[in-house]
């Protein structure tokens, strides 16, 4: 049996039989804290030998037990264990202690854990090893270790791809020498294999292929990775990695240990700024330019964002600093009129907001005016035009005061006529006046799906930029179709935004459930929305709002019911959403405002400024709270409970399952004297619980015990969604002789410091359980017990500990393998709560097996 032992001294999950938990369990309560160790092994018969060719020297430490295995009294002082106090050994002596399973299974599976551990642990690796390979090859090695490979292919028919290939051999630079109708047929194979790897993988589709002609046209003309491509938000970003060295990869899209579906910095040099939230590309790229230029550098730095990543204030701000500046760089405005997502839901017929409605999307029966548009875009951008610019420049220079004024704007208002008028249907129009006014050179629209327009228009602002002739940023206005090159999407509502796995595939009829089966349980975003409704309906005062997320959020379902003049989408501007929010309140309505945990960071400030310091009762609805799956660490919301926990006025709730949902809805719906927050975790509810018929009201700092412990040894305190794993590990405790109190707190502010306090008193280990990091729902507990001066040396002696999220950042992959990685799952709780009690001299006795 093999046990690798993590960071805090608990062991890491593996494959394990009750045998080898109790070798794990040993280990734990024995291992000498003084020691160095960074892995620790133990290991029966020829496993030790497996062990010690695994674990090198200065690395580790094996402890054979071969010949120990029959009991442990008189060895809980051995060198090989430690010392155990408190362990109690199963049965008489003779009896099997540990398991005998294949020794060579058991290392195997440690391994992957044991790498992990070490590479947390910062242990160098020598050159050879397993985590030394190629990223790819050891993917691929650690899936076939599990059982399972990278595909090759995935569920779309196969094709040739013989310019993929060749970049595949030869590098991007293979691109640079292309032909324009070579980078049309280079742009389709692009897009097969976006949709088949997505077809594997699931996720973000349609702004993927929205942009891939435009992928392709920006590697070609620009030297990347020297020269900066930031995405916007970067759910686009599919065929930027197939082109970029990790098409091999693709088809691990959003699984634990491959790509991400954003851009990521520490996974290609050519994702030179990292994203997955909106907003932030222009602000990037003005500060790669500026970078370069202090260095005295040469290149370019190109922004690409969305009209709804643009609805962002901080995308405003940045164009702002850059046109004071004149900062020589591109921003591209990627127009496809998906301003919210979806464009067009329910009672809403048109892109959110007055942006969106001055950019005007282009109609495919109107394509000739965007064509005009093209060729005038190739024509200002020309050397010969910026030439003539010049000298007009110079010439009007000469005249008196009024007319030089007047003959320097003539360019701005003739090229802004020029876009304005004739050409009906090319998306044009007096946008261009708005950038122009910012200090940017504003070009377009252009037909983002015209390879040759593309090529020329950006071959020459390159051109103008290197030689001097435009000194100032350029704004580039394309207009594109999401889902471009694959009709279901083009057909699709929400242009296929995201899609599940075999998205292509028919779908199997839907059968009859069998007969007694319990219904399907439903996502815990529908269970709040359809509470949201009805809370709507008992109180006309009740308002939601959401950030360019209705579908994601639920908010969607509460306009589908209530219509817009209750519903309110502001677009991708959450510091506007919190403030807007606030000023409802004032106002005298209720305002329910439904935000991801990850996106509620970006009006902080709004949150504390404008509700907490005004005490207004605005209604935070976290979704997402906590870890997330495939979506990964951008959108994980793991700090949530850490930065309103500080704020005064707020108050904060963590729902449990369904029916805490629904209640904790009516509650806050119910609370008219201070700003309140809910969160709840992604995913769907458990469907065995008891929906209540009539919400109850739960009262403010007030928790709940679920299930009452008779041995007065340990009490789990749990927040949030973690509640149903403490459940279990009190069952499994029960084995080892421990009946354990779990409780529920319902609140973290106000805190129930009673039901705090009657824990403390009548355990000798308390253990507080949250998914969230550090500063949260445990740095509440601990305040609330020093205060109450349970750490005083006074009364009897109590453990406490907290099981948080880890201060790392997690990345993508299954939800349930991220917990493992987090360690709040039951096996976790089970092993903290042993070693714990261990410590308070608590003799645990190891269950016998039959």
């Known amino acids: 049996s093999s046990a690798a032992f993590g960071s805090r001294g608990e062991p ?23 020691l160095p160790l960074s892995v620790s092994v133990l290991a029966c018969g020829a496993g030790s030998q497996l062990a010690a060719a695994f674990v090198q020297p200065g690395e580790g430490a094996v402890s054979n037990l071969r010949g120990k295995s029959a009991t442990l009294e008189g060895h809980s002082r051995s060198p090989s264990l430690g010392g155990a106090p408190g362990f109690e050994a199963p049965g008489a002596s003779g009896g099997t202690g540990f398991s005998r399973a294949p020794a060579a299974l058991a290392i195997a599976a440690a391994v992957p854990a044991v790498l992990r551990l070490r590479r ?15 990223a790819g090859e050891k993917l691929r090695e650690l899936n076939a270790a599990g059982g399972g490979e990278v595909p090759k292919r995935g569920h779309f028919p196969p094709r040739q791809t013989p310019l993929l290939d060749m970049i595949d051999k030869d590098g991007i630079t293979a691109m640079r020498s292309m032909t324009v109708e070579q980078l049309k047929d280079l742009s389709q194979e692009v897009t097969w294999q976006v949709l088949d790897a997505v077809s594997v993988t699931g996720g973000h589709l349609g702004a993927g292929l929205g942009v891939t002609d435009l992928t392709v046209a920006l590697h070609h003309v620009f030297n990347t990775p020297s020269d900066e491509i930031c995405w916007d938000v970067a759910h686009q970003c599919q065929p930027h990695k197939v082109l970029t060295g990790r098409r091999d990869r693709i088809y691990t899209l959003r699984q634990a240990g491959g790509l991400s579906g954003f851009a990521k910095r520490s996974e290609s040099p050519f994702d030179s700024f990292g994203a997955g939230h909106s907003s932030t590309s222009i602000s990037a790229a003005v500060g790669f330019a500026e970078a370069r230029k202090a260095l005295g550098k040469a290149g370019h730095s190109v922004a690409v964002i969305g009209d709804g990543a643009i609805t962002g204030g901080m995308a405003w701000e940045a164009m702002n600093h850059a046109g004071g500046l004149q900062t020589k760089m591109l921003v591209i405005l990627n127009d496809n009129g998906q301003v919210s997502l979806p464009t067009f839901y329910n009672k809403v017929g048109t892109p959110v907001g007055a942006l969106s409605q001055t950019l005007a999307n282009t109609r495919d029966e109107e394509a000739t005016g965007l064509n005009i548009q093209g060729r005038i875009a190739e024509v200002e951008t020309s050397t010969l035009f910026q030439n003539m610019r010049s000298m007009a420049k110079s010439a009007s220079k000469t005249l008196p005061g009024p007319l030089s004024n007047a003959a320097a704007k003539l360019d701005e208002y003739t090229r802004d006529f020029v876009k304005t008028v004739p050409f009906r ?65 083009l057909k699709a509502r929400d242009k296929l935004h995201a899609v599940n796995p075999k998205f292509n595939l028919p779908k199997p009829a839907p059968q009859a459930p069998p007969a007694g089966a319990k219904p399907k349980p439903q996502p815990l975003t529908k269970i709040f929305a359809e509470a949201l409704v009805k809370e709507g309906e008992r109180d006309e005062k009740i308002v939601a709002i959401t950030a360019a997320m209705p579908g994601g959020t639920g908010i969607g379902i509460f306009e589908n019911r209530f219509g817009p003049e209750r ?72 700090f949530d409970l850490s930065f309103m926990g500080c704020i005064p006025n707020m108050l904060i709730c963590a729902s449990a399952d369904e029916a805490e949902l629904v209640n904790m809805v009516h509650t806050l719906a119910m609370i008219d004297d201070h700003p309140t927050a809910l969160r709840y975790p992604r995913g769907t509810g458990y469907g065995d619980v008891e929906m209540p018929s009539v919400p109850q009201f739960l009262e403010p700092g007030k928790g709940r015990i679920v299930r009452e412990g008779q041995d007065g040894t340990l009490a789990l305190l749990s927040v949030g969604g973690r509640l149903r794993e403490c459940l279990k590990a ?20 106000p805190l129930d410091e009673k039901l705090v306090g009657e824990l403390a008193k009548n355990h000798r280990v308390l253990i507080t359980i949250e998914e969230n990091s550090i500063g949260g729902f445990s740095a509440q507990v601990q305040q609330a017990m020093f205060e109450g001066g349970f750490f005083d040396g006074v009364d009897q002696q109590l453990a406490l500990r907290s099981m948080i999220l880890p201060d790392c950042l997690i990345n993508h992959g299954e939800q349930p393998k991220q917990y493992d990685e987090a360690e709040l799952n039951a096996t976790h709780i089970v092993t903290k709560a042993l070693a714990t009690l261990s410590r308070v001299g608590v003799k645990v006795r190891a269950p016998v097996e039959s």
């Open 12 to 34: 890491l999950q593996l494959p394990r039989s009750p045998a080898s938990l109790r070798a794990e369990f040993s280990m734990t309560l024995g291992r000498r804290s003084e």
């Open 120 to 134: 947390r642990r910062g242990v160098a690796l020598r050159q050879g090893r397993t985590d030394a390979k190629p």
């Open 425 to 489: 249907g090319s998306g044009s129009g007096s946008k261009g006046e708005l950038f122009e006014q910012l200090g940017f050179y504003y070009v377009g629209p252009i037909d983002g799906h015209n390879m040759g327009t593309l090529v020329e228009v950006l071959s020459n602002i390159k051109k103008q930029h290197e030689e001097g002739n435009l000194q100032k940023p350029v704004f580039l206005h394309i207009k594109t179709n999401k889902g471009n090159g694959y009709e279901p999407a």
């Open 567 to 638: 519903t309110f989408d502001v677009g991708i501007a959450e510091q506007h959403a919190v403030t807007f929010a606030a000023g409802l309140a004032a106002g005298g309505l209720r305002p329910f405002c439904a935000i991801y945990s990850t996106f509620l960071q970006r009006g902080y400030d709004q949150l504390v400024h404008d509700v907490a310091l005004q005490n207004l009762p605005v209604r935070f609805i976290l979704d997402r709270a906590g870890l997330v799956g495939a979506d990964g660490a951008t959108h994980a919301g793991c």
């Open 730 to 749: 009190a069952e499994r405790l029960e084995h080892w002789g421990i009946s354990a109190t779990v409780a529920d707190a319902r609140w973290v502010k």
